[in-house]
């Protein structure tokens, strides 16, 4: 491996992770396309639950991998400043891409409903609880709705980089 790239894995995981929460975050939003109860909602809300935990899956796979490898330099060094903040963001993803799909995973539990993940089923994490299902909803939709604006700033950070800044940042994540 290159010192001034990430690995295969990472790379790929990165961008495969990339890939997936575009369709989780799709199948929430076209949901409503389609009726209540409907086998076409249904079928968008099941791939939703499956994604997600693909997602989460996959985000510890990352995790492993990045604790195992050096971090590439980025070059020129950025400020002190923007290396915090960027690792603040990070973090911020990371406790997203984690945190969602548990808390998807509760919310199912606390319904009392099936966690698919392709073609298996799941167990559940607590004990049915509407009141809890609830609160967990409530979390699970202001955590993505702020998702949104975190992977905007990632994707943002990463253009300013490679575009104004003109340092290797974006450049890490791809192979040659």
């Keep these: 491996m290159s010192n001034s790239r990430y690995s295969l894995p990472t790379i790929a995981l990165h961008w495969l992770t990339f890939l997936l929460i575009i369709a989780v975050y799709v199948t ?3 949901r409503s396309s389609f009726e209540r109860g409907s ?3 249904e079928l968008m809300k099941t791939v939703h639950y499956m994604l997600g935990l693909t997602v989460l899956l996959l985000t510890v796979a990352r995790i492993w991998f990045r604790s195992r490898q050096p971090y590439p330099a980025i070059e020129p060094q950025p ?3 923007q290396h915090k903040l960027a690792a603040l963001v990070h973090l911020a993803l990371y406790a997203m891409l984690i945190g969602l799909p548990l808390l998807g995973w509760l919310i199912l ?8 993940f392709w073609g298996l089923e799941l167990p559940a994490l607590i004990a049915p609880n509407e009141e809890l299902a609830g609160s967990f909803e409530d979390l ?14 990632h994707a943002l950070a990463a253009i300013y980089h490679h575009h104004i800044v003109k ?4 450049l890490r994540m791809k192979r040659k």
């Design 109 to 116: 539990s606390a319904e009392g409903k099936v966690i698919p």
């Design 39 to 41: 086998p076409e909602r």
């Design 79 to 81: 400020p002190v400043w």
């Design 140 to 153: 699970h939709e202001l955590i993505a709705d702020a998702g949104y604006a975190l992977i905007g700033i």
């Design 28 to 30: 929430m939003e076209f």
């Design 167 to 170: 340092d290797n940042t974006l």
